[in-house]
């Protein structure tokens, strides 16, 4: 008997929701951001405009301590792989607090505020509760990382690759 327990809970773990998703719901897809000029931007547009190209995807927040730690490292990152597109996506309460963050710390690439937060569509479907998250999207579209928690995760480089 304790052998079939042990089998069935192993079966249970290994089905429950420890899956990483290899492409974006619709939902997430469809949730709306807003650029630095202010214009609104749904993401699978996001997406669209980096087709072919392969993406690490940073979503990180002023007030986040180890987001700002990450920095440097995110630097080093896009000077070691130039090709890729580095997408920033902000969690922070409001759109000044990302911006002047953006200008403080010298951060370069693709910049997004996340207009529905943590709790959007977008934040639901990472499921995350924990920033800095760092995503590495493929040439083909697929999400080849889901979930790193700092930039220093060695699966980082090996996704950019």
């Known amino acids: 008997m304790k052998r079939w327990i042990y089998i069935f809970s192993i079966f249970i773990f ?5 899956e990483k998703p290899t492409l974006f719901s619709e939902e997430a897809l469809n949730d709306t951001f807003k650029e630095l000029d202010g214009n609104e931007i749904i993401f699978q547009q996001i997406l669209d ?14 007030w986040c301590a180890d987001c700002i730690t990450g920095i440097p490292t995110v630097k080093t990152l896009q000077q070691e792989f130039p090709e890729v597109v580095f997408l920033f996506l902000s969690e922070d309460r409001t759109e000044a607090a990302w911006k002047r963050a953006i200008e403080k710390y010298k951060i370069e690439g693709e910049h997004y505020y996340m207009i529905t937060g943590h709790d959007g ?13 760092y995503m590495v999207i493929d040439k083909n579209g697929n999400i080849k990382l889901f979930k790193a928690k700092s930039a220093k995760d060695k699966r980082i480089k090996e996704a950019l690759k």
Request: glycine residues 6%; neutral net charge; proline residues 6%.
């Open 121 to 133: 569509p977008f934040g639901e479907f990472l499921n995350s509760n924990w920033i800095p998250r």
């Open 14 to 18: 290994m089905n429950c929701s420890f």
């Open 49 to 62: 405009k980096h087709e072919g190209k392969t993406i690490l995807i940073d979503v990180w927040a002023s």
